[in-house]
């Protein structure tokens, strides 16, 4: 049943692959743009380009200091946007808004990247490590310490009262709303995983394979990165409710000496790694939590599945449309292990997902087919 499901996949991304589009003319005929955070996250995407295009060809407007990468995704012409390391937010949202001057017909911004996810989130779905989640809202929260006494007057960050507070919860433009919404019927995200699933297996396996010999390891909650005995670090010694300081990001799971025994290794119960497509909650903290009890308090009080930068909400100021697709590489809990393999892994994932979503389910407004025969309207779905 899966090899036939698999190679059902496979046809229907052939049949995808020979609607190749015309080289474009000129920059009007870009419509969709795509902003990653890293150069790891940009090459995922370039992989899964069908056609590159030479951006010297295309130029830029006047005044616009961005770099591009050029191609398409099934019938679309996409901009990739290249953003430096450590960019501040109104950086990148000059950066967003350049790109739309640069190509006005941009009508769609894909933020495609990796970031941390929570292992359950509130509803039923389980996430594993290279699992993608499609934001279906962005909320952005503070912490913030309530004690018996009010909010704030409390010392101590093991007080069960702790709370964070919501400051935003930005919904999507109804297009991309009507668009997650078709997303959550079963047999397309079957297909959107099964697409995934394909693309992924023709990738170079330097590039991005799923990293077998790494455990997809997740510690329990309690259980702290930090600076362990003999250690000199007074916060890390004394810690409350996982705060803990901030040399410890630096630090591997191996280094801080984590043991093995306060860990469980997570794996789908068909036993595949094939990465599964979630839909929900991206939180934006004022940094991402640096322990399991903080990751867990963001996904009960926000909802959250998944932990990012603010990037994705600083880029929803110069576009309309935005749509956040995110592969998940750690537990959001300050634990270092593997991170770069399943970084990598993770981006893949993601640009996958969004290979898919777009080639498969993006339409735009004025698109219409013309001088169609019979058998053009083929379904893409599969029985
Ligand atoms: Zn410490
Ligand atoms: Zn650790």
Redesign the pocket.
């Known amino acids: 049943m899966e090899e036939e499901r698999r190679r059902e996949a496979e046809w229907k991304r052939s049949e995808t692959q020979s609607e190749v589009l015309d080289e474009p003319t000129s920059r009007d005929d870009f419509t969709i743009g795509i902003i990653c955070a890293l150069p790891l996250e940009a090459g995922a995407i370039l992989r899964v380009f069908d056609r590159t295009w030479s951006v010297t060809r295309s130029g830029k407007r006047k005044g616009d200091t961005n770099q591009y990468s050029l191609g398409s995704l099934g019938p679309h012409n996409v901009v990739l946007v290249h953003i430096p390391k450590d960019v501040e937010p109104f950086e990148a949202a000059a950066m967003a808004t350049a790109c739309r001057k640069s190509f006005p017909n941009i009508d769609l911004l894909v933020v495609v990247g990796a970031c941390g996810g929570a292992p359950t989130s509130t509803g039923t779905d389980e996430i594993l490590l290279g699992d993608v989640v499609i934001s279906t809202n962005i909320v952005e929260y503070e912490n913030i310490t309530y004690g018996t006494n009010g909010a704030g007057d409390s010392e101590d960050q093991s007080d069960p009262s702790l709370k964070i507070s919501i400051i935003d919860d930005r919904q999507p433009h109804p297009e991309i709303r009507n668009l997650l919404s078709k997303l959550e019927v079963e047999e397309y995200r079957e297909a959107l995983q099964d697409g995934m699933a394909e693309i992924l297996s023709r990738l170079p396996t330097n590039k991005a394979p799923y990293p077998l010999a790494l455990e997809d390891r997740c510690f329990e909650a309690g259980y702290i990165h930090?600076?362990n005995d003999g250690?000199t670090?007074a916060?890390?010694i004394d810690e409350k409710g996982g705060r803990?300081?901030e040399?410890?990001s630096r630090f591997s799971c191996v280094e801080l000496s984590c043991t093995r025994d306060r860990h469980i290794v997570r794996g789908r119960s068909s036993g595949e790694n094939k990465p599964a497509v979630h839909l929900g909650t991206i939180a934006i903290g004022e940094e991402v939590p640096r322990s399991g009890i903080e990751r867990d308090r963001a996904t009960i009080e926000a909802g959250a599945m998944a932990f990012d930068t603010g990037l994705a909400a600083c880029v929803s100021d110069s576009f309309d449309r935005v749509l956040v697709i995110r592969g998940i590489f750690h537990y959001s809990d300050g634990h270092r292990h593997e991170m770069e393999a399943w970084q990598k892994y993770a981006s893949a994932t993601a640009a996958s997902c969004a290979k898919v979503v777009l080639e498969e389910h993006w339409v735009r407004e004025d698109e219409e087919l013309e001088n169609f025969s019979p058998g053009d309207f083929g379904a893409d779905l599969g029985s």
Do not use: D, L, N, T
Request: charged share 10%; hydrophobic share 30%.
């Open positions: 930090k600076h250690s670090c916060m890390c803990v300081c040399q410890v």
